[in-house]
């Protein structure tokens, strides 16, 4: 596999933008600028390019790639931006010209564009387009990922355990008599199942007896699928029957490469008043059949937490990303951290300085709880936003071990919002390291 992408460094108005990140110019050669951002290819022909601040061409309002496919392969691409603009993927063959249909695509709010497409070994463009004019002037930012895998690899990677039994969210989300609930799976969906005529849907219910926070997360492969989340009011009308409103949707995040199939994540966060809701997991058919549709044998493994808050209860924490599986534990553990009021420690002061800083009392606040009863404290917790709201926390490689399963936790009295309430930090954020030992055999 190799890529070559469109040097912007053409572009004179990104010498107006220096703090945004050229595309890398090929993803095939160590100099080629991918480096930072997870190429060049490896040997395998598999490759995970991503990068959150790339810069949009405001120029001719396009980008492209080649990209050489040695064998048969899905290649998912994810684009993301803040401006407002419809993005638009579009793949042609070099050799015949052809444009290439994909096997799904969905955009989200005119700001994201998700799209998977199987392709032959051949060599293709890549463009992405830029549907509503950027003001040349604008330093327009690009969240990209890109994955690529033969279909050999994949469909050994997506193989069945040999026991599998599909766990799915509970169809009724159960509270506590507090108004909190939490909920955390890490399971597989069978194919078959969801490359059908009609889609796949999983629906919920939830009812909220005062206004609240709610916090879901889907991560899933992009090379094999592509989820949604909906949520939808509920009311009753005069006769007795339901009435759907108000529906909303969830966002992607793609991620660095982390080891694991899943790789992409629809989130939704949002404020609810007292009533009803419908959550819907979704996937809407495929428009093109995928090459292992009719193998009964390949399963689709997805993470799935709910996180439900009284907002006059306790200020609480969302976790980007909220879960993961087959992390390496070769590699930093970096988590945004977002909480929902500025942080004070018990004595009232506050723990935000400045973008940037170090927050030694988060350090000590934080922890990673492992399944083997190891605890793991953050090496850094920098603020990331001048609300101090905002936070990363990195753990280090050296402490992580494998084949554990760790929850992001908190020390009780350490952290508080201006009203002296606890914040809340719920044992839903889990991320399981990938074993390296050869099962213990070194």
């Not at 597989?188 to 490359?195: A, G, K, Q």
């Not at 970096?334 to 018990?346: D, G, N, R, Y």
């Not at 990195?394 to 402490?399: D, H, R, S």
Request: aromatic share 10%; glycine share 6%.
């Amino acid at each position: 596999f190799s890529a070559v992408i469109t040097d912007s460094s053409s572009d004179s108005n990104h010498l107006n933008c220096p703090l945004l990140d050229l595309l890398p110019s090929d993803l095939s050669s160590s100099s080629g600028g991918s480096v930072p951002y997870g190429g060049p290819i490896d040997g395998s022909g598999t490759v995970h390019l991503y990068g959150e601040t790339f810069y949009a061409n405001s120029d001719q309002h396009y980008d492209t790639m080649s990209v050489t496919l040695p064998r048969p392969s899905l290649v998912s691409l994810f684009t993301s931006s803040d401006a407002s603009f419809k993005f638009n993927h579009v793949v042609s063959n070099t050799s015949s010209g052809d444009i290439q249909t994909p096997v799904i695509t969905e955009f989200i709010r005119d700001i994201q564009r998700n799209s998977l497409f199987y392709l032959p070994a051949s060599t293709y463009i890549f463009t992405i387009q830029y549907m509503n004019r950027i003001p040349e002037s604008a330093c327009t930012s690009l969240n990209l990922q890109l994955v690529a895998k033969p279909v050999t690899l994949l469909s050994k990677e997506l193989a069945c355990p040999a026991s599998i039994e599909s766990e799915y969210p509970a169809t009724t989300v159960q509270l506590n008599d507090q108004g909190f609930g939490s909920e955390y799976i890490s399971s597989y969906i069978p194919s078959t199942s969801v490359y059908t005529a009609s889609g796949f849907s999983h629906k919920m219910r939830i009812s909220v007896q005062s206004t609240s926070t709610i916090a879901i997360a889907l991560g899933y492969s992009s090379l094999a699928s592509l989820f949604e989340l909906r949520i939808t009011t509920v009311t009753t009308n005069s006769t007795g029957g339901e009435v759907f409103s108000n529906r909303n949707i969830g966002i992607w995040h793609g991620q660095p490469e982390h080891s694991g199939v899943i790789d992409m994540y629809n989130t939704y966060t949002a404020t609810l008043a007292k009533g009803n809701y419908s959550i819907n997991m979704n996937h809407k058919p495929m428009d093109q059949a995928m090459p292992f549709s009719q193998n009964t044998s390949i399963c689709l493994p997805y993470v799935w937490s709910l996180l439900v808050m009284p907002r006059a209860k306790s200020p609480f924490l969302t976790v980007q990303p909220p879960t993961a599986v087959d992390i390496s534990p070769m590699d930093d553990l970096v988590l945004s951290l977002t909480f929902s009021a500025p942080l004070f420690s018990q004595n009232g002061s506050s723990l935000f300085n400045a973008v940037g800083k170090n927050s030694s009392e988060l350090v000590k606040a934080l922890y990673l709880s492992g399944s083997d009863a190891s605890t793991i404290s953050p090496s850094s917790v920098i603020s990331s936003s001048s609300d101090g709201l905002s936070w990363t926390a990195t753990f280090a490689e050296e402490l992580l071990k494998p084949a554990v399963t760790y929850s992001l936790r908190s020390v009780q009295g350490k952290l508080y919002d201006n009203s002296t309430r606890e914040v809340y930090v719920a044992e839903v954020f889990v991320f399981t390291t990938i074993d390296t030992t050869c099962g213990g055999h070194g």
